[in-house]
């Protein structure tokens, strides 16, 4: 069963930096693509950001293009997603997820509240 483990999230002030991380378990990490989601209270999960499994290739949502870097470390089976110049409205419950088995895999989030 594939598990899925976010943490670095916290509260940091407009401008400020966070490096996210997702610790993954009981599949083939290298083999899978993978993907951050957030969710804002009162809010829709959306998609922020993407990487392939077989060239790394990496996609972002146009809100985040060019603050945030997606990357992953096949070697400790680990996603990441460094934020930068954060906003307030980067206020969300963030998530990684991966298409595994047929349906999709979330963690359990982790929070990121921007404010002065």
């Known amino acids: 069963e594939a598990q899925l483990r976010e943490s670095g999230g916290g509260l940091v002030q407009p401008g400020g930096s966070l490096t996210l991380s997702c610790a993954t378990s009981?599949?083939?990490?290298?083999?899978?693509?993978m993907r951050w989601l957030r969710q804002a209270p009162g809010q829709e999960l959306e998609w922020v950001s993407s990487i392939n499994a077989n060239d790394a290739a990496t996609f972002y949502a146009d809100f985040v293009q060019g603050r945030f870097t997606i990357s992953r470390d096949n070697t400790k089976n680990t996603l990441y997603l460094q934020m930068n110049n954060l906003k307030t409205e980067d206020t969300a419950m963030y998530f990684c997820?991966?298409?595994?088995?047929?349906?999709?895999?979330r963690g359990q989030g982790t929070q990121v509240t921007v404010s002065s």
């Open positions: 009981g599949f083939t990490f290298a083999d899978y693509g």
């Open positions: 997820a991966v298409r595994w088995g047929g349906r999709d895999v």
